[in-house]
């Protein structure tokens, strides 16, 4: 470089740092949960290693090189505290103890060191909106109408037509205390009073106390619902919506982020980790409130794309639609543009949701091109990835005949809500297939032996039929396989500025066949094309001018895009 570039390069640079203060230059500006995706453990369904059925925290020690292979900085563990399991968990007993059935605390903290010594670190689950009806808070505030603890839960005399978000009423009698408590969620999961400063210091310890014992991060659970409105302290009104969703009645009301500044001021501020909110229904304009400089969380899990198939907060699987692609990719669009100052985690399955090849990509699309296809979006959008346990395998939807063989406890109440709306059983049960959250619970698949090496015992729900053609095993041996591809991609992605911190622009937006964007950073830029047709599909003109094909999940190169194709080019 000669001395004159040299001198107008620092010149841009000292300009552009002053006008865009928030524009980074160079990955080693970023933190270490922005550098590398993060992996996300389901622990029932991961490893048995005691025969019982049922992951444990043990198999998820043994299996952390797999794991580091995939390139991650950290595991997202759902919840592993004591409970009742009516919710598989997010029904907590005890905030500070490790279920009995996951292992010991002893296993947690070997879990721990075991992790920090490959250098990946463990985030849990907060669960702070609710309790299980087993927790010793909730057992003693419904034992009399003025106990110490009488108002730690929500106490009316009188219900309304609230609709939980599970199904059935919002509302739950209770004998002993002649009142109905509130519960978004399960019957058996109440609703904390957050009004209740004690309520609010008893979770923060127990959030403390995890830190204490070193873990990296938190994912704080159904956060949007803690507040709830000024309309229902006073009154407790009926909803008018035709819907009566209790979600459409309390979710993310004012007030909501004084509650959520002091979680931060409790107990975030001053750790090196990362907290990552579930918020549905936060819209991609409000984002700036909830993350960021000014902000709570480092980022947080709104709905907008993978909710893009119903018309309101309300998921109501009967209901759903067909995707559009043209507002898939808004969806994405627009967070990526509400967060281009801040953050964002990438994602398109976790433990709720349908696997992302069965919901995203038309029936009769490739499986295996199909998985990498989106493996390429999650890698490539500004954020940090975040994969779920079997995604990087190419894990596709299960399918069990009657509702009876449904553990998920949201799969029967949708279900019944269906039939109840007049379908049969037959159409109910399409929808029980499509949406169930035991799409994603399956065990995960290992090898190719009896219950592919997930436990030795009866799983807790049938392994997925597929398993012998898709497991770790076999996949490690492909060159071609789904895994390799996410291994690849991981090194693209973690050594790569542009793709950490790059500009997003997408091209095309209208489109309803093609997916293109471009992500850019200091003249150096790369697009993402995905065809989302089982179709060839011809290409915008000149597209490709300049342009060097670096991965795609075809080997080769046309001047078209067959079906499912999707790259990544370098210009
Ligand atoms: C969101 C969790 O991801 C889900 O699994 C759970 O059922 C609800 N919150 C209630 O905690």
């Not at 407790?236 to 009301?253: E, F, K, R, S, Y």
């Not at 819209?283 to 409130?289: A, M, R, S």
């Not at 911190?501 to 995905?530: C, W």
């Amino acid at each position: 470089m000669n001395r004159r570039t040299f001198i107008k390069g620092a010149i841009a640079l000292t300009a552009a740092t002053y006008f865009y203060p928030n524009i980074v230059f160079g990955a080693e500006n970023f933190k270490w949960w922005q550098k590398k995706p993060v992996y996300q453990i389901y622990p029932k369904s991961f490893l048995d290693t005691t025969g019982k059925g049922t992951g444990d925290l043990r198999g998820i020690t043994q299996k952390l090189d797999y794991i580091k292979s995939l390139g991650v900085s950290a595991i997202w563990l759902t919840p592993i505290y004591v409970s009742p399991m009516v919710d598989n968990g997010y029904d907590i007993a005890d905030y500070t103890a490790i279920d009995p059935r996951f292992g010991t605390m002893e296993d947690f903290d070997e879990l721990i060191a075991e992790a920090k010594a490959r250098d990946i670190k463990i985030v849990m689950d907060l669960v702070f909106n609710h309790t299980s009806d087993k927790h010793a808070w909730f057992l003693e505030s419904k034992s009399s109408r003025n106990n110490p603890k009488a108002d730690w839960y929500i106490w009316r005399d009188e219900k309304t037509n609230w609709r939980g978000i599970f199904g059935g009423s919002a509302w739950q009698w209770c004998e002993e205390r002649q009142q109905y408590y509130l519960h978004t969620f399960a019957t058996q999961q109440p609703d904390l009073n957050w009004e209740n400063p004690d309520v609010r210091r008893a979770l923060y310890d127990a959030a403390n106390f995890w830190l204490d014992k070193g873990v990296g991060g938190f994912r704080v659970d159904a956060i949007v619902y803690i507040k709830k409105p000024k309309t229902f302290v006073d009154g407790t009104p009926d909803a008018l919506d035709g819907t009566c969703a209790v979600h459409n009645m309390i979710a993310n009301t004012d007030g909501i982020l004084d509650f959520l500044h002091e979680l931060k001021r409790e107990v975030f501020d001053g750790h090196d980790i990362f907290t990552v909110g579930e918020a549905n229904s936060v819209k991609p304009e409000e984002l700036k409130y909830w993350v960021g400089k000014d902000g709570v969380f480092n980022m947080l899990f709104e709905f907008s794309h993978v909710n893009v198939m119903f018309n309101n907060g309300d998921e109501v699987w009967h209901r759903s639609k067909p995707i559009k692609l043209s507002e898939l990719k808004k969806a994405l669009s627009d967070s990526q543009a509400a967060t281009k100052d801040s953050w964002y985690p990438i994602y398109f399955e976790n433990h709720d949701k349908p696997r992302s090849v069965n919901n995203f990509f038309p029936h009769g699309s490739d499986k295996i091109l199909a998985a990498k296809a989106l493996a390429i979006i999650l890698f490539t959008l500004r954020g940090t990835p975040f994969i779920y346990q079997g995604e990087e395998l190419g894990f596709t939807n299960t399918q069990f005949d009657s509702i009876d063989d449904y553990d998920d406890i949201s799969s029967h109440g949708a279900y019944n809500l269906a039939r109840s709306d007049g379908l049969s059983d037959k159409e109910a049960m399409r929808f029980v297939q499509k949406f169930s959250r035991d799409n994603a619970r399956t065990p995960m698949q290992w090898n190719s032996d009896k219950n592919s090496g997930f436990t030795t015992g009866k799983a807790w729900l049938p392994v997925h039929k597929d398993f012998a053609a898709c497991n770790v095993e076999v996949e490690e041996h492909d060159a071609n396989s789904v895994l390799n591809f996410y291994r690849k991609l991981s090194t693209l992605r973690n050594s790569s500025d542009v793709l950490i911190g790059g500009d997003y622009a997408e091209l095309y937006p209208k489109n309803e066949e093609l997916y293109i964007f471009t992500r850019s950073l200091g003249g150096k830029k790369f697009m993402t094309i995905v065809n989302f047709t089982t179709h060839k599909v011809n290409l915008p003109d000149k597209i490709f001018d300049g342009a060097k094909k670096i991965l795609g999940n075809y080997a080769d190169e046309k001047n078209y895009l067959r079906a499912t194709e999707a790259a990544i080019y370098e210009f």
